[in-house]
């Protein structure tokens, strides 16, 4: 049974920086892109940013470029999303699945997710 276990999230003021990690257990991790997806209040599910399986690739969703950074550690089955320059809207609950990489659409159950809230 695979499992996503995230975590890293809080409040944290405007401008300010924060850095989730999301360690896999199973198949799933080492085969497959990974992506950070969110969810804020009343809104759809959205991907935020996708890797390759080797870490070489990497993409983001505009709203996040030049301040979100994901990041893989193979051997520790974890995959990181730094944040940096956090605004209010980034407020949401953050989860990370394996992912198809042309298109970023998830393959896998979800975890329980982090949040983030960005507020001062």
């Known amino acids: 049974q695979v499992q996503l276990v995230e975590s890293g999230g809080g409040l944290v003021q405007p401008g300010g920086s924060l850095r989730l990690s999301c360690a896999a257990s199973?198949?799933?991790?080492?085969?497959?892109?990974m992506g950070w997806y969110r969810q804020a209040p009343g809104k759809q599910r959205e991907l935020v940013a996708v890797i390759t399986s080797g870490g070489a690739g990497t993409r983001y969703a505009d709203s996040v470029k030049g301040r979100f950074t994901i990041s893989r550690d193979n051997a520790k089955y974890t995959v990181y999303l730094q944040m940096n320059s956090l605004k209010p809207e980034d407020t949401a609950v953050y989860y990370c699945?394996?992912?198809?990489?042309?298109?970023?659409?998830?393959?896998?159950?979800w975890g329980q997710g982090t949040q983030v809230t960005v507020s001062s």
């Open positions: 199973g198949s799933i991790f080492s085969f497959n892109a």
């Open positions: 699945n394996a992912a198809q990489w042309t298109t970023g659409s998830p393959l896998g159950s």
